[in-house]
C-alpha cells in the first residue's frame, strides 16, 4: 500500500491506473507511464492488489 516506503503508487495513482483503463489504455502504456511493471498494473485492474475496499477513502462506501 502507500504507506510502505518503497511503493511508487497511491490511492490516486491506483485510481487514475483504472480509469485509463476504462477509457481504453493498454496495460502497457499505463505501466509506461506510472514506471511500474506490467504485471502491477494488470494486478490493480483485476482487483487483486490495490483492492477498492481497503481503500481509505471509500471505505464508508463500503460498510453502509
Keep these: 500500500g502507500e504507506n510502505c516506503y518503497l511503493s511508487k503508487l497511491n490511492w490516486e495513482k491506483v485510481n487514475q491506473i483504472r480509469n485509463g483503463f476504462q477509457n481504453g489504455?493498454?496495460?502497457i502504456q499505463?505501466?509506461?507511464?506510472?514506471?511500474?511493471?506490467?504485471?502491477?498494473?494488470?494486478?490493480?485492474?483485476?482487483?487483486?492488489?490495490?483492492?477498492?475496499?481497503?481503500?481509505?477513502n471509500q471505505a464508508s462506501a463500503f460498510h453502509t
Design 30 to 56: 499505463l505501466s509506461n507511464e506510472f514506471l511500474v511493471n506490467i504485471c502491477t498494473v494488470r494486478d490493480i485492474i483485476k482487483n487483486r492488489t490495490w483492492k477498492p475496499e481497503n481503500n481509505p
Design 25 to 27: 489504455l493498454t496495460p
